[in-house]
């Protein structure tokens, strides 16, 4: 079993940035590729970005979020972050990480990630 825990969110103007953490406890973290995915209220939850694990590390973004987003991961302390930058309106919504082990073609979709977690608000408005 792996927990999530996610940190950082909160409420932004527009053009500004905020950085999110989700640290994880239990299961092998390098092994996990880590996802983050959104959901804005009325909407469905939506693939945000996603590292690959065992060594891969290759990064996956939403169209959207590339070049304003970006994620790092630090294996040695289990932890992934989301750094957003130039955030707009459009990016409120609440944020999830998750870990999984997804094939490539599922990697964007949440049925590839097997724990979640509770998720962390952000807010952009003026």
């Known amino acids: 079993q792996v927990q999530l825990v996610e940190s950082g969110g909160g409420l932004v103007q527009p053009g500004g940035s905020l950085r999110l953490s989700c640290a994880a406890s239990?299961?092998?973290?390098?092994?996990?590729?880590l996802g983050w995915f959104r959901q804005a209220p009325g909407k469905e939850r939506e693939f945000v970005g996603a590292?690959?694990?065992?060594?891969?590390?290759?990064?996956h973004y939403k169209d959207s979020v590339k070049g304003r987003f970006t994620i790092s991961r630090d294996n040695a302390k289990n932890t992934v972050w989301l750094q957003m930058d130039r955030l707009n309106p459009e990016d409120t919504a609440r944020y999830y990480c998750?870990?999984?082990?997804?094939?490539?073609?599922?990697?964007?979709?949440?049925?590839?990630?097997?724990?979640w977690g509770q998720g962390t608000q952000v807010t952009v408005s003026s």
């Open positions: 998750a870990a999984g082990r997804p094939i490539l073609s599922a990697l964007r979709q949440e049925t590839g990630y097997m724990y």
């Open positions: 239990g299961g092998t973290f390098r092994q996990y590729t």
């Open positions: 590292v690959r694990g065992s060594g891969g590390n290759t990064y």
